[in-house]
């Protein structure tokens, strides 16, 4: 009898063994034929290096990995681009988290949510040359500011000005596209511009402005608090899937840049036809800027 209810245990676990083994089988195919997600995913500006982190998810296979299938595009700024993902044109954007704000006091807005905060702190800044006068935000005091198009962080200008003293009918501001922002103050034109603390600078150098010659006055560091860019979903999009993982993966891949930062700048200034060596240049020097934010 003992002999017996071995030899039906024996069977019975050599069946379990089997069960269990055609089970993950069958689990493994289904996950080889499912389809990837396609996910549009818009940015609200040309490419730049804050975009780096998708750009390299994407080149390492981690999307992938998630099976998204995600393809990039860009709009005319964060307003067109918030109305493309409430419209659901685009599943996930990168915005400025004021427009966002802005977007959603509107009494007949869509639920657009931001599902992931890139950057803690907003670039903005006022970007002036030494050699005009201005060291200091006060020093704008009738001065001439360069103000690009559309240009955001006009929003909170007044209030910057506010909290720092600043009487705002003592600073002239001289409207212009944003293809001529920096050659106009390389010019001498303006004695400051507006734009960001990563990439202005940068930009001013490339134009033959010294270094030494430039001051980077970010709103962050005249108390300005508000958040930076952020990642905006679609609201049936969120609330069909989860939104966390595009974000997570462009996270890991930010993080992995940290450690190897100038063999993966590559990536983003293949992906923006970049090929001269100062185009490299003004990608790598955005970096640093860009993780500190």
């Not at 599943?91 to 599902?115: C, G, Q, S, T, Y």
């Not at 935000?137 to 360069?146: A, N, Y």
């Not at 198009?149 to 909290?163: C, H």
Request: a positive charge.
């Amino acid at each position: 009898m003992f002999e017996f209810k071995t030899i039906v245990l024996r069977c019975l676990l050599a069946l379990s063994i089997s069960l269990a083994a055609l089970a993950a089988r069958e689990v493994n195919a289904a996950e080889t034929t499912a389809p990837s997600a396609a996910i549009h995913f818009t940015f609200d500006r040309p490419l730049e290096a804050s975009m780096a982190p998708f750009f390299l998810a994407a080149k390492d296979g981690r999307f992938g990995a998630e099976r998204l299938n995600v393809s990039f595009n860009t709009a005319a700024g964060s307003p067109e681009t918030i109305a493309r993902v409430a419209k659901g044109d685009s599943e996930l954007a990168l915005v400025d988290i004021n427009e966002l704000i802005r977007f959603r006091d509107k009494d007949d807005a869509a639920p657009v949510k931001a599902v992931f905060v890139l950057f803690n702190r907003a670039p903005y800044a006022i970007v002036a040359r030494r050699s005009r006068g201005v060291h200091l935000l006060p020093d704008l005091d009738g001065k001439t500011v360069g103000v690009a198009d559309g240009d955001l962080s006009m929003r909170l200008w007044p209030a910057l000005a506010q909290q720092n003293g600043i009487n705002t009918a003592h600073v002239k501001f001289h409207s212009m596209s944003a293809a001529v922002r920096e050659p106009i103050l390389s010019a001498g034109q303006v004695d400051a511009v507006a734009g960001f603390s990563y990439l202005s600078a940068v930009n001013l150098r490339d134009r033959g402005v010294p270094g030494s010659d430039l001051v980077v006055l970010r709103y962050a560091d005249y108390g300005c608090e508000a958040y930076g860019f952020a990642v905006v979903a679609n609201p049936a999009f969120a609330a069909a899937r989860a939104t966390s993982i595009l974000p997570r993966c462009a996270s890991a891949a930010a993080s992995e840049k940290c450690v190897n930062a100038k063999l993966r700048l590559a990536s983003i200034a293949r992906r923006n036809h970049a090929t001269a060596s100062s185009s490299f240049a003004r990608c790598s020097l955005e970096v640093p800027a860009l993780l500190i934010q």
